[in-house]
């Protein structure tokens, strides 16, 4: 007997081999499942982005369809115009988008360029870096937005208003402002080069360092504008109004064209002293004699 392993022994060794004999047995089955599980998940989760998708894609449709009504709603043509510009949408041609109400919007860096958007309300938007490259603005309202780095060059903004709007660095290269209303408007480092400025009001506005290089400022206003380090080269001036602006902390003036500022547009007694102030030191300097 001492020979054999002893009754419990051989119970525990066989319960031991069984128990081995099922993992193997059943080692198979419980894999596959979790691989068939996995394909099912995989399978599903495809499925649902295609109808996502397909959903999506529809919806563009649809907006696509309402904006390019002009018998549609101005509201529901706002609200598919700032739909397709969520889904990054840069194309616009046959766009019914005038008259739309997009006050307090924010649209920063949208690709709007070639857009027809007349008679729409922008007060108060944020429109950085937005691109509106030859966009039809006609009698658009950018009161108090901010287009600062806005690209408008090229731009059609017929009587637009910028009351108080903020255009720092913006580009309005060759841009058609005729009769445009920017009073109080910041255009600091702005490109007005080649710009159509016929009537313009400008008075009262941030002008400093901004290029007005061969613009036409016929008949426009700049009352009391700030034109520190402006370049005005090449500039047209027939029936500009200059009243109380700092004309002559400008750049690229003619000889002529200073001597015709000295005498028609010497500070008012309006005008704040400090301008008054400058303007004479400004006359005992040697540009100023």
């Not at 009754?7 to 099922?22: D, G, S």
């Not at 598919?80 to 988008?97: K, P, R, Y």
Request: charged share 20%; net charge neutral.
């Amino acid at each position: 007997m001492s020979e054999n392993p002893n009754l419990p022994e051989r119970v525990a060794a066989l319960e031991q081999a069984i128990a081995q004999t099922n993992r193997r047995r059943t080692g198979f089955p419980r894999w596959s499942v979790f691989v068939f599980l996995l394909a099912l998940v995989t399978w599903n989760g495809w499925l649902l982005a295609r109808l996502e998708s397909s959903r999506r894609q529809s919806g563009v449709e649809h907006h696509f369809w309402v904006v390019g009504h002009a018998a549609n709603p101005a509201r529901a043509r706002a609200e598919s115009f700032l739909e397709l510009l969520g889904a990054h949408n840069t194309e616009w041609s046959g766009a019914h988008l005038n008259k739309l109400d997009l006050t307090a919007v924010g649209l920063p860096g949208a690709d709007l360029a070639g857009a027809t958007l007349e008679a729409c309300n922008f007060t108060k938007s944020t429109l950085t870096a937005t691109k509106f490259t030859k966009a039809k603005l006609q009698l658009t309202d950018f009161t108090e937005a901010d287009l600062s780095n806005a690209d408008l060059s090229g731009a059609d903004l017929f009587k637009t208003r910028f009351a108080h709007a903020r255009l720092l660095s913006a580009k309005l290269r060759g841009a058609n402002l005729e009769q445009v209303q920017a009073p109080a408007a910041v255009l600091a480092g702005a490109d007005l080069s080649d710009a159509y400025l016929l009537m313009a009001d400008l008075s009262g506005a941030n002008l400093f360092g901004a290029n007005f290089a061969d613009a036409n400022l016929e008949a426009a206003n700049l009352s009391g504008a700030n034109l520190s380090q402006a370049r005005l080269n090449g500039v047209r001036l027939e029936k500009t109004l200059l009243t109380d602006a700092n004309w002559w902390r400008a750049r690229g003036f003619t000889t002529e064209q200073l001597a015709m500022l000295k005498e028609k547009f010497p500070p008012s007694e309006k005008a704040p002293s400090t301008v008054r102030e400058d303007y004479q030191a400004w006359l005992k300097s040697p540009t100023g004699k």
